[in-house]
């Protein structure tokens, strides 16, 4: 599935990863607020076997099959989303 992955600005680390290109209208409106302007970092064709860093494939495309969008946080920043 090609995946689009963006940085936010204003919480470094943070990345959202969107099953379409640009798809803001698919993250709700609070968190797109708490994460301020978003950065266009990388196009990946992801598998669920493909090895990621620090998340899990399967994971991040079970999210983006069920709402479209997945935050990835930083290593250390193991807090529920809604919270940051």
Request: glycine residues 6%.
């Amino acid at each position: 599935m090609p995946c689009f992955v963006y940085a936010s600005r204003r919480k470094p680390g943070a990345y959202v990863w969107l099953r379409r290109q640009d798809d803001f209208d698919a993250l709700p409106g609070p968190l797109l607020e708490k994460l301020g302007e978003l950065r266009f970092v990388l196009e990946v064709d992801l598998t669920a076997d493909r090895k990621l860093p620090h998340e899990n494939a399967a994971t991040i495309l079970a999210s983006l099959g069920d709402q479209g969008w997945y935050l990835q946080l930083p290593p250390a920043d193991t807090r529920d989303p809604a919270s940051i």
